[in-house]
């Protein structure tokens, strides 16, 4: 869960504004995977939390699921384990108010001051593993450094020498949008009001969410009609 909120850190812009006054619901939904690839074993897990309204006001988690999707021998299953939320503690109303806010809220944050007081500096055993982990290994221990080029390197790395280069070149771009068709690794937001929902999805593959595309649904039950309205301006 904890998470799924620091997305709230890389917010762009959007058009549909709300408060928590009126909303009696909220769900979070999380998947990543992708193509089995006519493997056996688990292709594709995801996360699923419900949090309602009390009488008081508040929230409380009311649902939450832990989903697999797997494959064995050509067939397919899900595996859906509900976890038990009975001691968990009440989401203040203040609480999702703010949430509310940031969710609706035009801030560039994809900056390098805003960035660095939410990060934490990595450890030598942390970039190692990352380095292991993506084939670099080498640019630290190799036959023409000696230990003192390779400890510098650590140290730039540590004290985020190249950031700033990294921010101004992959800043979001929020005309763009990523399709994957095999892959897939998603986190959603909905809001739900008696006579609409607002749906924010955010798109993992690049830039922390964004760029995020929220969609306003509408809900006339008199013709039993809904009426879907996408935010262009986040696409």
């Known amino acids: 869960m904890k998470k799924f909120l620091l997305l709230f850190f890389f917010l762009g812009n959007f058009i549909y504004s709300q408060n928590a006054e009126n909303i009696h619901k909220i769900e979070f939904n999380y998947i990543y995977g992708g193509s089995s690839w006519g493997k056996n074993g688990i292709y594709s897990r995801s996360e699923y939390f419900e949090i309602i309204k009390t009488e008081n006001g508040d929230f409380k988690i009311s649902k939450q699921l832990k989903i697999n999707e797997k494959v064995n021998r050509d067939v397919f299953s899900k595996d859906s384990i509900e976890i038990n939320t009975s001691n968990y503690k009440l989401i203040s109303k203040k609480e999702i108010e703010n949430l509310i806010e940031s969710l609706n809220t035009n801030e560039d944050n994809f900056k390098v001051e805003f960035l660095k007081e939410n990060f934490t500096k990595p450890t030598k055993k942390e970039i190692s593993k990352i380095a292991k982990k993506y084939d670099s290994k080498n640019y630290f221990k190799n036959n023409y450094d000696d230990k003192s080029d390779t400890e510098k390197k650590y140290s ?80």
């Open 156 to 235: 730039e790395i540590i004290n985020y020498k190249y950031f700033d280069e990294f921010v101004e070149k992959n800043k979001p771009e929020l005309d763009r949008y990523i399709l994957t068709m095999d892959v897939w690794n998603n986190f959603s937001i909905i809001t739900y009001k008696k006579q609409e929902s607002i749906i924010y999805d955010f798109q993992l593959f690049y830039n922390c969410g964004q760029p995020i595309i929220s969609s306003l649904v509408e809900i006339n039950k008199k013709i039993k009609q809904l009426t879907i309205s996408m935010n262009q301006e986040n696409q």
